[in-house]
């Protein structure tokens, strides 16, 4: 048999109201999309093979949440992460057992306890790992839609731009790469004592995010729903909420992602979010059945275990509030070297920092609590954000300086309220909603969800900047730490009645989003604060271009009727950020380089009325300072993940060749690769992945592609030809009218580069239809 942890009961899915436009299969020679296949990851030790391993730590507690002896916290994980086998952490407890878990654990007892009595090698654990396990994510089945959705049913045909139009059908076929199922029978055929695995078998299909996100994940999905919905894929997407309403019915939350390590914690809390844009695009209201009682599973959950009281020091009054708080005692498994170094320093190295077992204890707690908020890491979650401005070099200080548990997220709350708010309204929509006891119990969760809101509006709301921040429990005041949280409250309708009253405030909320767009050449990052981890500066994470985009297109009627200011040498897009509201002067900001030498000044991307990559002004005069900003965000959102997907090898048939291998090169890309989907972006360059963290940059990736499809549907209108930066190296081929950007066929009809000089001194491709005669033989 195959041993896997805590099956979830198998349940029925709901029937589907909508009409469906795919269907899902078992791998087959029919299928339009190649699924991608798991991969094995080769065992690199960082010792010679008959060293023997460095000392260790004592072996943490064991936690009562983790059931494996294998992949949680003992002996056997904590020996196999001190050899250094992979250099992820994660690679390990994602690979299945080859023999019962019982010969594992006896084949790591001999290997401590060998006859001759002596310690163990590098070569030893090798040995051990390649004997005993098979290659990460095999539990996993790829599948493939049967029949993908056409562009032309994305709502991307509206889109006037030709190029964008083809790069939104290039996305949509994407989904079919990470479409999952939980295979139970190849693990371990020929042993009929079974084996062992991390994973949460789920009864349904289910999108991964990619690269080593190879399981479902909790967060993610609600964009990658977006995405599904926006592709017509109903059935995937009603699959992936019948899955986290298994892991609901089974565990009473929904766990951080699809393996046993992570039943200690949960992520931000979208299920009811995603149900209700599920409910709202399918009219599929037969789901609700089984999930209503569900959902309030999942707000009961959130309710007993990461709820507090805090009393304002504003206005005297009492709140409940919620918080990220996971109770843990041992490194996190799928990051264990990680947090073991960052408790005991370096393996090898001379930088213990002589922490007691509590002290040890409190920071693992700090740490799981901070995977649980989505952010892991970023300096918001520090006790003094301010710290480490400017250094990026070294993690441990912010990593020993977390206060996760301290803090009071306004995100988090705001996705609270606007769950509440949603599931009331999901009773309404329901077969019964005429009953007593629905109607009842509607009104009851507006009722709660009026109490946040006052709770986040007192504790959170900056009425002199003009801003939301987080609360700090630990020093009993907001924050101050600007972050792309301070735009949730807003995603979710939850306006200062100041705002409400004067224009000005309105648009003074959004000016960080005007300086992004007018200084810098990527997206909008987590925070402004570079500090080496992967939620500061200079990374820019898609769903957060999507909250900010939502934001804007909640702005109120009433407070969003004047034009953006045209900016100019007295009137600056940081001359309309309120004092302070940053928390940074202008010269603490993230430095805008130039490809030509030497750092950008002011407000380098606007021109003529607009920013670079931000798409035209309209004809007609009448567009509104947010949809301007929206219009902004589009474009640059829609430009940094096509040009960091042309750069990696896309190309689009008849239409956009790809790089030339010398260009392809540069970007340390070769002819074999067709563009790469990345998880995170980067401020500074609009065609580069993100950095930092405890991992390398994934690719895949399942927001990046919900976010660029739901952009390509809501604002495809506004949408331009992406321009991105040239690539330096020799002109390559004669068949190309540059040595770099869109090659151009000479003999057809086709798009061709022209070489505009952008203001930062890089060169950028702009596209346009060119019309050419064929040559004559």
Not at 664 to 693: Q, V
Request: proline content about 6%; aromatic content about 10%; overall charge negative.
């Amino acid at each position: 048999m195959v041993r896997l942890f805590l099956l979830a009961a198998t349940v029925a899915s709901g029937a589907l109201a909508a009409p469906q436009a795919a269907t899902l299969t078992t791998i087959s020679s029919s299928a339009t999309s190649t699924p991608t296949s798991a991969s094995t990851a080769v065992a690199s030790p960082t010792g010679a093979s008959d060293a023997t391993l460095p000392s260790q730590s004592p072996v943490p507690p064991k936690q009562a949440w983790c059931p494996s002896n294998i992949f949680c916290a003992g002996a056997l994980l904590q020996t196999v992460n001190i050899a250094q086998l992979y250099p992820d952490s994660k690679t390990f407890v994602d690979k299945p057992t080859s023999k019962s878990a019982d010969q594992v654990s006896t084949d790591f007892f001999n290997l401590n306890n060998n006859s001759q009595g002596l310690p163990v090698t590098y070569g030893g654990i090798t040995n051990f790992v390649q004997s005993d396990f098979k290659g990460e994510g095999l539990e996993l089945m790829p599948t493939t839609i049967a029949n993908d959705s056409s562009p032309s049913t994305l709502g991307t045909s509206a889109i006037p731009d030709s190029l964008s139009r083809a790069w939104a059908g290039i996305v949509n076929g994407y989904w079919g790469s990470l479409i999952r199922e939980t295979n139970r029978d190849v693990l371990c055929p020929n042993n009929p004592s079974g084996c062992e695995s991390s994973l949460i078998p789920l009864n349904h299909t289910f999108v991964v995010p990619g690269g080593r996100f190879r399981e479902q994940y909790y967060w993610d999905s609600f964009w990658i729903l977006e995405g599904l919905l926006t592709s017509q894929l109903y059935d995937v997407a009603n699959s992936t909420l019948q899955n986290f309403m298994d892991e609901l019915d089974r565990f009473g939350f929904i766990p951080n992602g699809g393996r046993i390590y992570y039943l200690n914690r949960s992520q931000p809390p979208v299920f009811i979010h995603m149900l209700s844009r599920y409910v709202e695009v399918t009219k599929d209201t037969s789901i609700l059945d089984r999930a209503l009682p569900l959902a309030e599973k999942e707000l009961t959950w959130w309710a007993n275990n990461r709820t507090i009281s805090i009393t304002s020091p504003y206005t005297s009054k009492t709140y409940k509030v919620s918080h990220y708080a996971v109770n843990n005692t041992a490194p996190r498994p799928e990051s264990y070297l990680e947090d073991y170094e960052s408790a005991n320093g370096v393996v090898g190295g001379n930088d213990n920092p002589g922490y007691t077992d509590d002290q040890k204890a409190a920071l693992y707690a700090e740490l799981a609590s901070g995977a649980e908020t989505g952010w892991d890491y970023s300096t918001r979650w520090t006790k003094d954000p301010f710290a480490t401005l400017g250094d990026t070099t070294n993690q441990q200080p912010l990593l020993r300086g977390l206060n996760v548990r301290g803090t009071i997220p306004v995100d988090l709350n705001s996705i609270l309220y606007g769950a509440e708010v949603r599931l009331a309204d999901l009773y309404d929509r329901s077969s019964s909603k005429r009953s007593l006891k629905h109607r009842a119990t509607a009104s009851s969760h507006r009722q709660s969800a009026e109490a946040r809101k006052a709770a986040i509006l007192d504790l959170m709301w900056d009425p002199e900047k003009l801003a939301f921040y987080d609360f700090n429990s630990t020093g009993n005041a907001r924050s101050g730490f600007f972050s792309a949280a301070a735009f949730y409250p807003l995603w979710n309708n939850i306006w200062p009645k100041e705002v409400l009253a004067d224009e000005s405030k309105a648009q003074a909320m959004f000016a960080s989003v005007g300086v992004v767009l007018a200084q810098y050449n990527g997206t909008f990052p987590a925070t402004f604060i570079s500090s080496g981890a992967q939620w500061d500066a200079p990374n820019t994470w898609p769903p957060h271009q999507y909250i900010v985009m939502e934001a804007l297109n909640n702005v109120p009627k009433n407070v969003s009727t004047k034009a953006y200011p045209a900016l100019s040498s007295d009137t600056t897009s940081w001359s309309l950020v309120p004092s302070n509201q940053l928390g940074l002067g202008q010269s603490q900001l993230p430095v805008q380089n130039l490809a030509a030498g030497g750092n950008a000044q002011g407000d380098v991307n606007w021109s003529n009325g607009t920013w670079s990559s931000g798409g035209a002004v309209p004809n007609n005069g009448t567009e509104k300072w947010n949809k301007a900003l929206l219009r902004g965000m589009a474009n640059r959102y829609f430009t940094s993940v096509f040009c960091s997907w042309y750069s990696t090898g896309g190309s689009i048939p008849g239409m956009l060749n790809q790089l030339s291998p010398e260009e392809l090169n540069a970007t340390h890309s070769d002819p074999s690769s067709t563009g790469h989907m990345y998880e995170k972006f980067n401020l500074l360059d609009i065609d580069a992945a993100g950095s930092g963290g405890e991992y390398t940059v994934q690719a895949g990736f399942g927001w990046t592609n919900g976010v660029a499809q739901w952009v390509a549907a809501n604002f495809g209108e506004v949408l331009e030809s992406p321009k991105c930066p040239a690539i330096n190296v020799q002109q390559a081929s004669s068949k190309k009218r540059w040595g770099w950007g869109w090659n151009v066929d000479e003999e057809t009809t086709s798009y061709v580069g022209k070489r505009l000089k952008g203001r930062d001194g890089r060169y950028l491709v702009e596209v346009t239809r060119e019309q050419t005669a064929p040559k004559k033989k």
